[in-house]
């Protein structure tokens, strides 16, 4: 039953392999043949960098349990269950190099038996098996995201039997296997005469008699070590990161026939065939990596930065996450905060800052430098003018809408349209700027400009009209 089980389960795996591989090359209607390749690349891709992470490459131990099958001269042909005290347990270590590649090297031990009632042969052996494997799984044409998993292996292996044989009853006497079907405790003659003066007996399946030590056949004190050469096929239950349940069919040749103790060189009545003993160990195991650190699980907050602790990107000796200024320069110093010291509350920092006790009065520029009333009315000076310069290099021909009108002598009298505006042309250039307008109302409200407000009117309206 468990050997049909496996059989069905590898058929299974296989049909999904090949069906695997038929759907990484498939090309979808309407495709070119560089879209083709691009999908079949990214699913190769995709399944090589799947195999590389879920991939065990530490030693992985398993445990397991299963039933042996013998096949050599004894034919199982008592109509008994062949799985009945053909059990047995095994170890394994297995060791992956590669996705696709690794070794496997397991221990078994177990016992094999079977009954030929018509050849009058039993026997019972004691089977301790080691085999080393080299082992492929197919990782290299499966799709990724898998939890099934076939995988085939060869290697070699040796094998350490003790053969006993059922051939006597509980009370000692022989078993004589007669044609009408009876064990009874003499031979049968030709005649049957003696059948009244033969009891029957029932075979008792206590496998009482070392049958190498019995020497039935010549066969002297024989070595019951043989070398083998073991097969497997199995299937690999993904259950998590780091176990899987596996089932596997190992069959192995031995290079002896003396497992079952009948060879080609019996006796007549025990005379065996020309091939070497075999059989088959199929079996159910659990196996675990305990050497691999266990993975932590992926969160939605994994690919999420966030500050550290103790970190401190800027350096400037306060953590990440207490700063308030987390870009400061690192000639600067610094507050409690993080944040770099403005000394004289300028609003500039004292790294930037070229002027450091500047007068809280005054206005800064962006050097940390206080501004005067005369350096403000020299910045601002024909700012007007200077625009226009820069506006006629565009648009000659608006120099003459916007040329500047010159101031007249001796025209009317101060105050009115067309005023004479020398008397507040300082520096006498022919224009009047703003700090002479800022100096005429100056001198106005001082009562030191002997002119009417319309004058001052008139002049603040010349200025931004010249």
């Known amino acids: 039953m468990l050997t049909r089980l496996l059989t069905f389960l590898l058929i299974v795996g296989l049909a999904f392999t090949g069906r695997s591989q038929d759907s990484d090359s498939s090309v979808n209607n309407g495709q070119s043949v560089e879209e083709a390749k691009a999908a079949k690349d990214a699913?190769?891709?995709?399944?090589?960098?799947?195999?590389?992470?879920?991939?065990?490459?530490?030693?992985?131990?398993?445990?397991?349990?299963?039933f042996f099958n013998y096949f050599g001269e004894v034919n199982n042909n008592e109509r008994t269950n062949p799985l009945i005290n053909n059990y047995g347990f095994q170890a394994s270590v297995i060791k992956n190099f590669t996705p696709s590649w690794g070794l496997r090297f397991d221990v078994a031990y177990g016992k094999m038996s079977a009954r030929d009632r018509e050849q009058q042969l039993n026997f019972s052996s004691d089977i301790v098996t080691f085999n080393?494997?080299?082992?492929?799984?197919?990782?290299?044409?499966?799709?990724?995201?898998?939890?099934l998993n076939p995988f085939i292996s060869v290697g070699v292996g040796a094998v350490n039997f003790d053969t006993k044989g059922d051939l006597k009853d509980e009370n000692g006497v022989a078993y004589n296997y007669w044609s009408d079907g009876t064990i009874r405790s003499l031979?049968?003659?030709?005649?049957?005469?003696?059948?009244?003066?033969?009891?029957?007996?029932?075979?008792?399946?206590?496998?009482?008699?070392?049958?190498?030590?019995?020497?039935l056949d010549s066969l002297g004190n024989y070595a019951q070590f043989a070398f083998a050469i073991p097969v497997t096929f199995g299937l690999n239950f993904r259950v998590s990161q780091r176990s899987m349940i596996r089932l596997t069919s190992t069959f192995s040749y031995t290079l002896?026939?003396?497992?079952?103790?009948?060879?080609?060189?019996?006796?007549?009545?025990?005379?065996?065939?020309?091939?070497?003993?075999?059989?088959?160990?199929?079996?159910?195991?659990?196996?675990?990596?305990?050497?691999?650190?266990?993975?932590?699980?992926?969160?939605?907050?994994?690919d999420m930065e966030f500050a550290s602790l103790d970190g401190d990107s800027d350096g400037d000796g306060v953590a990440d996450i207490l700063d308030l200024c987390p870009e400061t320069p690192k000639n600067a110093t610094i507050d409690e905060k993080g944040c770099p010291l403005d000394t004289d509350g300028d609003g500039v920092y004292d790294y930037a800052d070229n002027e450091p006790n500047t007068d809280p009065n005054l206005n800064v520029d962006e050097n940390g430098v206080g501004l005067t009333d005369d350096m403000i009315s020299l910045s601002e000076d024909d700012t007007v003018a200077t625009i226009r310069a820069q506006m006629f290099e565009v648009y000659p021909d608006m120099a003459d809408v916007y040329k500047p009108k010159p101031i007249r002598d001796n025209v009317n009298s101060p105050g009115s349209a067309g005023a004479d505006y020398k008397l507040v042309d300082v520096d006498k250039n022919g224009t009047i700027s703003?700090?002479?307008?800022?100096?005429?109302?100056?001198?106005?409200?001082?009562?030191?400009?002997?002119?009417?407000?319309?004058?001052?009117?008139?002049?603040?309206?010349?200025?931004?009209?010249q």
């Not at 879920?54 to 349990?65: D, E, Q, S, V």
């Not at 080393?132 to 939890?147: D, M, T």
């Not at 007549?268 to 003993?277: I, P, S, T, V």
């Not at 106005?444 to 004058?455: H, I, R, T």
Request: no cysteine.
């Open 132 to 147: 080393l494997h080299a082992e492929y799984s197919f990782a290299g044409i499966l799709r990724a995201k898998r939890f």
């Open 43 to 66: 699913k190769r891709e995709e399944r090589k960098t799947w195999n590389e992470e879920n991939t065990i490459y530490k030693p992985i131990i398993g445990l397991g349990a299963g």
């Open 187 to 215: 031979p049968q003659l030709a005649d049957n005469s003696n059948i009244d003066q033969a009891d029957i007996l029932r075979a008792d399946y206590v496998y009482e008699t070392d049958l190498r030590k019995a020497n």
């Open 256 to 302: 002896t026939d003396l497992i079952d103790n009948y060879t080609k060189d019996g006796v007549q009545g025990r005379k065996g065939d020309e091939l070497n003993d075999m059989f088959l160990f199929t079996s159910i195991s659990y196996h675990f990596d305990f050497f691999t650190p266990k993975k932590e699980k992926k969160s939605v907050y994994d």
């Open 434 to 465: 703003v700090g002479e307008v800022y100096n005429a109302i100056d001198m106005f409200f001082d009562g030191e400009l002997p002119v009417s407000a319309q004058y001052i009117m008139d002049l603040i309206d010349y200025f931004f009209d």
